[in-house]
């Protein structure tokens, strides 16, 4: 042990490689019900040689390596080990803002960056970076990236990964390799004096690179940087509610908003979700999810730099327009949240404790891709589900968000539960595993198959395990990274 760490101190020097028992447990185990795992030691690189570094001397010595950049709490089980004797990577010193340029509206991050770290500096230049809904205040940009965390705007959702553009990757073998735009020149310092700005998703050459690691859970290499596409700030920015009792009642009205392009920020929250994401003790947010509407869809208008009062008041009346086709109502206030409160929570990081924590302390996500029709038979069958595990179908968080220009969508539950509670943990391990069945029986895709969910997908399509295997034997053909994750 002492060799490897004196190894590991050359590397990324002695401050920087952590060994105590504190913090080992802290790395062992997160929200999720994955077995938990101490790892050897934790070492933080200080930029892209140092991780090349410590990427060689795994395969040198067959270490398991496991990257991770996002803050505690962690909530998935990919960057807990599945082996003995491994090393984790931690990312999260790694947070400079490379590059702003407004010209392209490109931003270059590390992997170590956070929302609001990036954002008052994108605001400076008056842009902003599309996000997930409320991320925590600790959580990596290049993670919720990479893992296809969906964003709330769906209208500029042309591929899955948005807002993500070039990576470069630390590839399990030891190479260092720069995807897109950033692939295609020797030097990305000197290409960007020349306004080569790295924009292209695609390449170098005929292959999308960017694929191998997004959704792999750190099992093809490390990312350490990437360039993201940012969007202008506006400024006029207004929020409206269309509610109902029925989720039925309003996927026709979201529907026509896809179709049209219409809006900015489009998601649908049941009243447990929102008022989890609105905050307060347990007590309060039990209360205001009785106060709030069954289902509300959020849309949001946003002028720009070009008519942007026009373009808020047309919006708004035609949004109201095809609200009133589908007897439903365009409102700027609904029961049990102030408009402003609703915006300043949902479109920023969470306030602590995590939204997700604040009812009952723990909580457990199912969340899965399908389309938009589909999802109200989704939701029945989590509510069955939920009932045969006697768990409270009132307690249920459910978060609908369209992505891809609304071709598909991300359907979330939210299970929160009390972990210090031994008996409604067991019926929450019972009803996770069920309910998560269920749900692929019912045509669920699991896009991010973690834990229980990457047998599930795997054991159905032996074509596309035997491929990532042989993948995996290219990029990391010593299996040092992040083994045991997917089908690895």
């Known amino acids: ?243 109902s009792s029925k989720l039925d009642d309003l996927l026709n009205f979201t529907y026509k908003l896809l179709k049209y392009r219409f809006g900015d920020n489009l998601l649908i929250l049941n009243n447990l979700t929102l008022a989890a994401v609105l905050g307060g003790k347990p007590d309060a947010i039990k209360g205001r999810a009785m106060e709030l509407p069954a289902w509300s869809v959020l849309v949001t208008i946003a002028g720009r730099e070009r008519l942007p009062e026009e373009r808020v008041e047309f919006q708004e009346k035609d949004i109201s327009d095809i609200a009133q086709q589908f007897g439903l109502k365009l409102v700027p206030e609904i029961a049990g949240a102030r408009n402003g409160e609703v915006m300043k929570a949902v479109f920023n990081p969470s306030a602590e404790p995590y939204w997700k924590l604040g009812y009952k302390g723990g909580c457990q996500d199912i969340f899965f891709l399908t389309t938009l029709d589909k999802t109200p038979g989704f939701v029945k069958a989590m509510y069955t589900a939920a009932e045969a595990c006697q768990y409270p179908v009132s307690e249920i968080g459910v978060y609908l968000q369209p992505v891809h220009q609304g071709a598909s969508c991300h359907c979330e539950f939210h299970l929160p539960y009390n972990p210090k509670n031994a008996r409604e943990t067991a019926r929450m391990k019972e009803l996770f595993s069920k309910a998560s069945e269920e749900m692929l029986r019912q045509g669920a895709y699991y896009s991010r198959p973690y834990g229980i969910w990457a047998d599930m997908a795997y054991n159905r399509d032996a074509q596309t395990t035997s491929v990532l295997r042989k993948i995996k034997g290219i990029f990391d053909p010593n299996n040092i990274m992040n083994p045991g994750k997917l089908c690895f």
């Open 1 to 243: 042990m002492n060799e490897i760490k004196e190894k590991l101190k050359e590397i990324a020097g002695g401050g920087n490689v952590i060994d105590s028992i504190e913090t080992l447990e802290a790395y062992s185990r997160d929200q999720s019900f994955v077995l938990p795992m101490k790892p050897r030691c934790v070492v933080r690189p200080k930029d892209a040689d140092e991780v090349q570094a410590i990427v060689n001397w795994a395969n040198q010595t067959q270490t398991p390596l496991v990257p991770v950049s996002s803050g505690p709490p962690h909530f998935r089980g990919d960057t807990v080990p599945s082996t003995p004797g491994a090393v984790m990577v931690d990312m999260s010193g790694m947070n400079r803002i490379v590059r702003i340029d407004r010209r392209s509206r490109t931003a270059i991050i590390e992997a170590g960056v956070t929302y609001p770290q990036l954002q008052p500096a994108l605001a400076k230049e008056g842009m902003k970076l599309s996000m997930p809904l409320t991320p925590r205040a600790n959580k990596s940009i290049v993670a919720s990236l990479l893992e296809r965390e969906p964003t709330l705007i769906p209208r500029l959702q042309w591929l899955i990964p948005e807002p993500l553009r070039n990576t470069e990757i630390i590839w399990g073998n030891g190479e260092k390799f720069r995807t897109g735009d950033a692939g295609n020149v020797k030097d990305p310092d000197e290409a960007w004096k020349h306004k080569h700005a790295p924009i292209s998703l695609g390449g170098p050459g005929q292959v999308d690179y960017w694929r191998l690691v997004s959704a792999a859970q750190g099992s093809m290499g490390i990312v350490t940087w990437v360039s993201v596409k940012c969007e202008l700030l506006p400024s006029i920015h207004k929020l409206f509610f269309v509610t």
